[in-house]
């Protein structure tokens, strides 16, 4: 029976209006709510589906944000803060998503019928639907965290794994930590071979030794974090500092330790990557990476730029001047790092 936006209402106990918020990525919706009703889609496993509008007359362009799956966090600020500077320009932007649609179909329901396309990568492995799409007439941006894959598709706003996991890890040896666990994401996703890269790095300037053991896969699951915290508390009980490549594995490793009676970070200390806007007036986690408002940001006016080329007969998806954006790395001082527990 198919999953609908009523079934995630009643199930989330929020209104159908509210459901609607969270797929488009509106901000107005409090964190704890949103989170709610992402477990929920994750939980009923709902699937949504590229839509067809007709654009109000006050909205001039539209732009196609296209996301692999729709009930991540991390996806959904990214999206709100594109849609908020469209929408400054008077853009409409029209949210889909390429799960389980063919290549093909996909690019079919797309080119042609907006003015711009931003293919959003930064969780999963895409990059055979990203080459695909590159091959559309329609101006094209990608956001993810692989810069090989820039290479066949030069248009990107890529975050920068290798040197936000290099500052992470620096970071945590400043604070005392020599043990200190990386959770990655699977071989092949945008970004694992930079983020491993980056944590073999740092360790080795530290004059720290690489342990195979200390590197671990992970998905963007909050229970893949619970089980990994649990496997660091039974077989790796030295570690004193975990960096997850994810703020969802992060809580999962969260909720295993405090079930564990461990305190964050008296016990033992926490990191997770990208700076979420919603951390800094709530969640406290301390992060390494890009700050995802500016990331919003710049692709949203980088896609505007390309349409507005477009319209001017200066644009060609074959022969535009390529455009690639390595957005810089922070550190965000959360509450959930500090020195080491003495021994």
């Not at 932007?93 to 329901?109: A, Q, R, V, Y």
């Not at 496997?231 to 992060?250: G, K, M, Q, R, Y």
């Amino acid at each position: 029976m198919k999953v609908t936006i009523s079934d995630i209402a009643q199930t989330s106990g929020v209104s159908t209006a509210t459901v609607s918020r969270v797929i488009a990525g509106a901000q107005n919706v409090k964190p704890a709510t949103a989170q709610r009703v992402l477990d929920t889609m994750r939980k009923l496993n709902y699937q949504a589906k590229p839509i067809e509008v007709s654009l109000p007359s006050n909205l001039s362009k539209s732009i196609a944000i296209v996301v692999e799956g729709i009930a991540d966090p991390t996806y959904v600020e990214i999206i709100g803060g594109i849609q908020k500077t469209l929408s400054k320009k008077q853009f409409l932007s029209i949210i889909c998503t390429s799960d389980g649609i063919p290549g093909e179909n996909f690019l079919k329901s797309l080119d042609g019928n907006v003015a711009g396309i931003i293919f959003l990568s930064i969780l999963d492995k895409s990059g055979d639907l990203l080459s695909e799409i590159a091959d559309t007439k329609t101006p094209l941006l990608a956001i993810h965290r692989c810069s090989s894959w820039s290479q066949s598709f030069p248009n990107s706003i890529i975050s920068d794994d290798f040197q936000s996991v290099y500052k992470a890890v620096r970071y945590l040896v400043e604070l005392g930590h020599k043990d200190i666990m990386f959770i990655n994401l699977p071989e092949g996703t945008s970004g694992a071979y930079e983020g491993k890269m980056g944590y073999e790095k740092a360790m080795a300037d530290s004059s720290l030794p690489v342990k195979d053991a200390y590197i671990i896969e992970g998905n963007t699951k909050r229970w893949t974090g619970r089980s990994i915290g649990q496997t660091i508390l039974t077989s790796h009980p030295e570690v004193t500092a975990v960096l997850c490549s994810n703020e969802s594995l992060a809580w999962g490793v969260a909720d295993c330790f405090g079930s564990a009676g461990l305190s964050i970070p008296d016990n033992i200390s926490l990191m997770t990557l990208d700076i979420s806007s919603s951390q800094i007036p709530g969640r406290k986690l301390t992060s390494s990476g890009c700050r995802l408002s500016e990331m919003a940001e710049v692709a949203a006016l980088t896609i505007m730029d390309f349409v507005h080329q477009n319209e001017n007969g200066e644009y060609n998806a074959r022969t535009a001047v390529k455009h690639k954006y390595i957005l810089p790395s922070y550190i965000f001082n959360g509450s959930t790092t500090a020195p080491p527990p003495a021994k």
